[in-house]
């Protein structure tokens, strides 16, 4: 009698396992998921550059420690500076008043002068430019549709720097400098590397768009700006509630955390300053634009979805129910009322004075009625609220620069702020310069940068979809919070610039995708390779792109034919 071994274990011997699918795949470079512990899953460790880098660069082991430490802000304040250096040079150049800051530079003058908001006359402008301490305030009051916040913002720099140029521009460049920052800050904590925030914040600094809406005195730029620090504020605090799980969590013999459902369903996490600072940057944010309260409510539900992982993590078995009975109403105090208290504190102005639009609405028109009892200003206030939503719902008058929402990400219809075509020899045009030169100040954003997240968005909705990563959830989340709210108003005049609120998430996803693309930790030396390669090519060709585009971003004269040039698309002129 022969007994031979089934074909399915040919090559191995009798009663020998055969090889795993995941061990048939490690001939072709996949790589299993490392497995962690329960500490590491709530609270990740930062990632750290291999030994061998430090041996191939001959740092010593004290040094490389000092560099960790110094890099961790270093590394962010470096990206910044240059953002800074990039935002702040010639911020007064072009001498105009362009585009939308003919309402927001004046009104913030008005504002911080006596309060409110005033009627200025249409021609104003060139006498403002021409001298600005000529040029009374108008004591009428004016009909404004957006919240003061910003204006308050921009009417500092021109308390400081006087009703110029670069004194109403000043603010929103120092809140351009600071978003890049916060950006690299807040990639590093949520990709628990330095590297990959730094890179996030980079990208930043060189969108075309985020630097163009940076060196305008438009609300958009101070939107994104208060956005983007609360999405800060909201990562630090999940930190915070899974370091204080941890904690709670008991260890065993071996030293390690153990799940704990009676600790993961029945623990307060108590007081959550950081979830606070987010409600107050989320009122600030709808106290520049309306389309806060959009952002209010997503990222509200982020908040909570992260809270429910975090319980699920440690151990709850009814994580949803769990957060409802203990997270849920804490939430909504700390975010919500402080949101809606610090939209009416930014009225102050216009409360306490009585020649505001529609200050004294409650005493003359308004009188009777069901909410008699309520302060007139707050009666007041509402009625302007209810104004101002009808009139942005009707906006719908044609404008040369609108545009779809479907088209932002591709680019397909920049705004341009301001354009002239000064003659050879005069307004910096080189004297030999065969025709006109062009200067235009064009809010687009960087084309190579915002193509390469398209792409990124599909890699980011993949990992959430598939592979749960918080991370992407938390990026697509800051990007639908500002894009998805447009698409509900595709018959209203709307702009490209206002995707300016979501560009800090797109560049989040560029780097998540360049992470992907350098290789995972414990990958092969060829892998790591061809992926840095990969990665600084594409990054190399961004900056490349923004140095390319330069002139189109500062108003800088070019000749015609290099202003043509960088017109890649007829939607471009």
């Known amino acids: 009698m022969t007994s031979t071994a089934p074909e399915a274990l040919q090559g191995h011997d009798a009663g020998e396992t055969p090889p795993s699918w995941p061990q048939r795949l490690r001939r072709f470079g996949h790589v299993p998921r490392p497995v962690t512990g329960l500490r590491e899953r709530l609270v990740p460790p930062y990632t750290r550059p291999s030994d061998r880098l430090w041996a191939v660069l001959a740092v010593p082991p004290a040094t490389a420690e000092r560099l960790l430490r110094w890099a961790a802000w270093g590394g962010p304040l470096l990206v910044a500076a240059v953002a800074g250096a990039l935002r702040f040079w010639h911020l007064g150049s072009p001498k105009a008043v362009i585009f939308d800051e003919t309402y927001y530079a004046k009104d913030a003058w008005a504002l911080v002068n006596q309060g409110y908001e005033g009627s200025w006359p249409k021609d104003i402008d060139k006498k ?118 941890a904690s709670a969590l008991p260890v065993d013999d071996e030293g ?24 107050l940057m989320l009122g600030l944010a709808f106290a520049t634009k309306w389309n806060g309260l959009y952002i209010l409510a997503a990222f509200a539900v982020m908040a909570v979805l992260w809270d429910v992982g975090a319980r699920r993590t440690a151990g709850a078995v009814r994580p949803y129910l769990t957060v409802l009975r203990r997270d849920i109403v804490p939430a909504f105090f700390s975010t919500v009322p402080v949101a809606i208290a610090t939209y009416i504190a930014s009225w102050t102005g216009w409360i306490v004075t009585d020649k505001g639009y529609f200050r004294n609405w409650a005493t003359t028109q308004g009188k009777g009625g069901h909410f008699t009892w309520l302060p007139d200003w707050l009666r007041s206030l509402w009625h302007y609220e209810n104004e101002v939503y009808q009139f942005h719902v009707n906006l719908t008058s044609g404008h040369t620069y609108q545009s779809n929402p479907w088209s932002w990400i591709v680019l397909g219809r920049p705004v341009s702020y301001f354009y002239e075509d000064p003659k050879p020899g005069t307004d910096g045009c080189p004297a030999g310069t065969a025709g006109n030169c062009a200067r235009e100040v064009l809010a687009i954003g960087t084309p190579l940068l915002w193509w390469a997240a398209g792409l990124a968005l599909c890699y980011v909705l993949w990992r959430w979809f598939f592979r749960r990563d918080w991370r992407a959830g938390a990026i697509a989340c800051g990007v639908a919070a500002g894009w998805v709210p447009w698409f509900f108003y595709q018959e209203r005049t709307i702009f490209l610039f206002y995707a300016v609120v979501f560009v800090p998430y797109l560049c989040l996803a560029v780097a998540m995708m360049v992470g992907a693309l350098v290789g995972p930790p414990g990958s092969d030396e060829r892998r790591r390779t061809i992926g840095a390669v990969g990665a600084g090519v594409l990054v190399l060709l961004i900056i490349w792109n923004f140095i390319y585009f330069w002139p189109l971003y500062t108003g800088s004269p070019i000749p015609i034919d290099a202003w043509r040039s960088r017109m890649w698309f007829d939607t471009w002129v």
């Open 128 to 245: 403002i430019l021409a001298d600005p301490s000529s040029v009374p305030l108008p004591t009428d009051p004016g009909y404004v549709v957006h919240p003061p916040v910003g204006k308050w913002i921009i009417g500092l720099g021109e308390q400081l720097f006087g009703f110029t140029p670069f004194g109403w521009r000043f603010m929103v460049a120092v809140l351009g400098t600071l978003s890049v920052l916060m950006l690299c800050r807040i990639g590093r904590r949520l990709f628990r590397s330095t590297f990959l925030g730094c890179l996030a914040g980079a990208l930043l600094a060189v969108d075309g768009l985020h630097f163009v809406m940076s060196r305008t005195a438009l609300l958009d730029l101070v939107l994104m700006f208060f956005v983007l620090a609360a999405f800060g504020c909201l990562v630090i605090d999940r930190d915070w509630a899974r370091r204080r799980l």
């Open 256 to 279: 390690l955390l153990r799940p704990d459902t009676e600790v993961a369903e029945r623990l307060r996490l108590g007081w959550r300053p950081w979830r606070i600072a987010a409600g």
